[in-house]
């Protein structure tokens, strides 16, 4: 006698049922991204697109986005020595300022951190209290004392003048990432045989690079972008692209081709050093240097 078994049958499909509330929220968070990045990429495409059109174009009505593009205007700005002068001078004065801050700011910023001693938290209120300091009131101090040592119109006391302005932001934006190092990393290299600055340079430093890149990062574009202070300061040798980008605006006309094309110069190296250390810089920003 054949025994039948019963067969485990399926259970019924249930029709996929749509959420509308989570629909309607999906096209709205996506809605509002796209927003936000066209209200952000559409300046960086008006300036490049702007360097290549001709000077009849710019006074067509509504803007044209469609047009015959030209080099001419990029042409006249590297013939320019003018120019070329200028992007050496934003250069030096930005790298060097970028390096020297990230170097005394984390020399300072880590004794902060880590060691107790008369007065660091006065120290650490003071360096906050000079940040708060609007930079346009520190422009006749500086003046004054460069023109006492010499220092006027000269790129040293350019980027002196920069290192002074930076210098706490940098400092209080890396004691955070100091801070979140735990200090038993730091005490085990310390029972290997570590010296206090063979710690901080083989151990807190690699620990810290997401916040080190942040920080080179917002002090290179505050320098590379800064107008007063190379304006009063600087001297017709030693201004920087600001300074000439103001060049191309008289009483009478604006150049607007030579004046985007410039622009251009000048957006481009902070793009290319975003995408460069992207990275690094979304994490310095947004989880700090540690998590622990």
């Not at 006074?59 to 080099?71: K, M, N, S, Y």
């Not at 300074?243 to 000048?266: C, D, H, K, P, Q």
Request: hydrophobic share 55%; charged share 15%; aromatic share 14%.
């Amino acid at each position: 006698m054949e025994v039948v078994r019963p067969t485990a049958e399926a259970p019924p499909r249930r029709a996929a049922t749509v959420r509308w509330g989570d629909l309607l929220w999906e096209i709205l968070k996506y809605s509002l991204v796209a927003v936000v990045l066209f209200s952000l990429l559409l300046p960086i495409y008006w300036i490049f697109a702007s360097s290549l059109k001709l000077e009849r174009d710019f006074f067509v009505t509504p803007p044209a986005f469609l047009f015959e593009p030209t080099l001419g205007n990029y042409k006249s700005a590297l013939s320019d020595l003018q120019f070329l002068g200028f992007l050496e001078n934003s250069l030096i004065v930005s790298i060097s300022t970028t390096l020297a801050t990230l170097t005394i700011g984390s020399l300072a910023a880590y004794a902060l951190a880590r060691y107790e001693f008369p007065g660091a938290k006065i120290i650490a209120l003071a360096i906050l209290s000079a940040r708060l300091v609007p930079g346009a009131t520190m422009i006749m101090p500086y003046y004054v004392l460069f023109r006492f040592y010499g220092l006027n119109n000269t790129i040293p006391g350019l980027v002196l003048a920069y290192v002074g302005f930076s210098l706490p932001f940098a400092c209080w934006l890396l004691l955070g990432f100091f801070l979140e190092i735990p200090s038993d990393v730091e005490d085990a290299a310390r029972i290997d045989g570590c010296s206090d600055f063979e710690v901080f340079w083989r151990i807190v430093l690699p620990l810290t690079r997401p916040g080190l890149a942040a920080t080179a990062i917002l002090v290179f574009l505050g320098t590379w972008n800064e107008f007063l202070f190379a304006l009063v300061l600087a001297g017709r040798d030693t201004r920087t692209l600001p300074v000439y980008l103001s060049t191309f605006i008289s009483e009478r006309t604006v150049f607007w081709g030579n004046l985007f094309a410039v622009a251009s110069f000048m957006v481009l190296p902070c793009l290319i050093l975003i995408v460069l250390v992207q990275r690094h810089l979304v994490r310095g920003l947004t989880a700090g240097a540690v998590k622990g």
